[in-house]
């Protein structure tokens, strides 16, 4: 979620955190690409000392028009009178294989940032998968051991019955009359039994099919999340736009996506803020797959 801290005289805007030499975005808007000594990419608002970098990013002089100005959509649209109103438009939900999180535009050209947990969920033991459906798989024992003594009972009906049918065929005629209407409830009883037993097991071997559908669903879910390279972001009036996979920090709970070919709204990063005890903060974003929420607190403990 996107964290702002309100001053008495300002707005200053807090980020979560930024992906440091990684990762980061600068109050003029320069973003670059470079590889360090290792040979390893680095994205930085700051330009390299030496060695050959790409500026990725430039917003204060765009010369060529997006296809499309959301900047300009979704401020028209919504029309916010505060900074907090203002900041909602720059925040996103990712959508990804498994579930959605929230992010925000760095850049007016599509670079935003989310947690690394969103796009990468952390990788589940195979005791973990198996826990989230214990409950269910434990209900399902439950049932099948139900179903077994229901059908121990039902072998039992079945030998009662056939003894009595026995003892019913030997009788007179007039034996027979007298004791017809017990022999028949006793028919009905257990074909009554023997109905619901095979719907009892039935609805079991349905529950243990959709349990296990779901199992395979939520392992094949985690595994397209693992090696997404693209992502559905949307904009706060539910618009979606696609964004590309940019980097991963390997040291904080972030990572970069982009999304390109249209102008987008963004929050500038506060670079002389020092957060204070007691500074009201607002936390902006789309938790547990609620979208575009909006909530207040204050700093308790740096």
Known sequence: MR???HGKHCVVRMLLSML???LASSATAEVYKYKDANGNWQFSD????????E????????KSAPATDYRRILKDKFQPESVIEAATIA???VETPLGSGSGFFLTRSGYLVTNKHVVRPPELSEADREGKFLKSEAALQRARKNLGQQRLRLQRAKRNLDEYTDYFRNL?????RELRGDFEQRKKNYAANKRDIRKYAARIKSDTKKMNDARNNYNRRHSNTMIAQQFTVRLKDDTPLNAALVSISKKYDLALLKVEGHSLPFLPVARDYRARQG??????GSPLGNTDYVTSGIITSL
């Not at 500026?55 to 765009?62: H, P, S, T």
């Not at 500074?279 to 902006?284: L, M």
């Open 3 to 5: 964290f702002i801290s």
């Open 20 to 22: 440091l030499a990684s």
């Open 46 to 53: 700051k330009p390299p000392t030496r060695g050959t970098s």
């Open 55 to 62: 500026k990725l990013d430039r917003y204060a002089n765009v």
């Open 91 to 93: 925040v996103v939900k």
């Open 172 to 176: 007179g005629d007039g034996e027979q």
């Open 279 to 284: 500074h009201e903060v607002f936390a902006i």
